[in-house]
């Protein structure tokens, strides 16, 4: 498991950021919810119908084998065996291995790009709720590298379907651009040289503080050709605003409570550790409110794409 490399590092202190707010905040993961078109749906009940969506659309019952790609803090392998399947997640974050296993869930320290043959044909289904958004870095998109990724991210999941299971399906939710840069290179530059608060100021700190560069509409369908069919695909991006919303609620709450004593001796060693990203990610997720903004508006900037997956035989 390469964690090492500059992309992982990054991706890694995303994840170890979150860890240090919203557990604190009354979040143990990062799971969005599924609000029907009421805003007012409390977050714990949308967020149960956004796992309760995902496991019946890898079809989980007794037995099943799934794979939770990009596991966070084991939201739903804990939902995976309470309806009797059974569930690996992988995670490159060690803090979220930790955290499963004490929850005693099968969680492990596994890049899915190094997943090899010897897993080859072990799940039912796949489910990726998140992590697809950061296989592909600012580095790769400028490089002309994304397509080659999403494709051998398919031909992974490709293999790692039993190809004589009755389910063989992947089931994701992506953030995909709706207005992307219109070159890659322009999110390499400084924040200070894009107009504040425009489309590629938001997107430069979005790209430094989460490590990872979106896919356009039609590309993972592209990328999939000939090893999976996109059979479902829904448009999850105002349930997402409101999920952002109600994080940033929370995190609001505990910031002026006596819990942000608790955050900050959390986040002190992190703070000394990588000040860089981890001050641009407190001014992304509170000050500029970039997280929310890609989801707000009528048209916004950003989409949430749940998709669906069927496995086609080699």
């Not at 992974?156 to 890659?184: G, Y």
């Not at 001796?265 to 550790?273: H, K, N, V």
């Amino acid at each position: 498991m390469a964690t090492d490399s500059a992309t992982s590092k990054r991706v890694v202190t995303c994840y170890a950021v979150f860890d240090k707010f919203f557990p604190t905040a009354g979040l143990l993961d990062y799971t969005e919810g599924i609000y029907d078109d009421d805003p007012n749906t409390p977050y714990d009940v949308a967020k149960q119908r956004q796992i309760d969506y995902l496991l019946d659309e890898a079809g989980c019952t007794e037995g099943t084998r799934i794979l939770d790609l990009g596991c966070g803090n084991g939201t739903l392998l804990e939902a995976i065996r309470k309806r009797g399947g059974m569930g690996i997640g992988i995670t490159i974050t060690p803090e979220q291995v930790e955290v499963c296993r004490r929850r005693g869930l099968d969680a492990r320290l596994i890049d899915f790009k190094e997943m090899g043959e010897e897993w080859n044909g072990t799940f039912d289904a796949i489910v990726a709720n998140g992590p697809i958004e950061h296989f592909v870095q600012l580095e790769d998109a400028v490089a002309g590298r994304a397509d080659a990724i999403y494709r051998e991210m398919f031909r992974t999941m490709h293999r790692l379907l039993d190809p004589d299971s009755p389910v063989r399906r992947v089931v994701n939710t992506t953030v995909h651009f709706a207005r992307p840069p219109s070159e890659p290179f322009a999110l390499t530059r400084s924040l200070f040289t894009h107009r504040p608060f425009s489309d590629l100021f938001h997107y430069v700190l979005l790209v430094r503080s989460f490590g990872g560069y979106y896919p356009v509409d039609g590309q993972l369908e592209r990328c999939a050709a000939g090893l999976f069919d996109l059979v479902k695909e829904v448009d999850g991006t105002r349930d997402y605003y409101h999920t952002s919303e109600a994080w940033l609620r929370r995190m609001r709450r505990a910031l002026v409570s006596p819990a942000a004593l608790r955050i900050a001796s959390r986040a002190l060693p992190l703070l000394a550790r990588e000040p860089g990203q981890f001050l641009t990610m407190v001014t992304c997720m509170l000050v500029t409110r970039s997280w929310n903004w890609q989801f707000r508006s009528d048209n916004p900037p950003a989409k949430l794409w749940r998709q669906t997956w069927a496995y086609r035989p080699a």
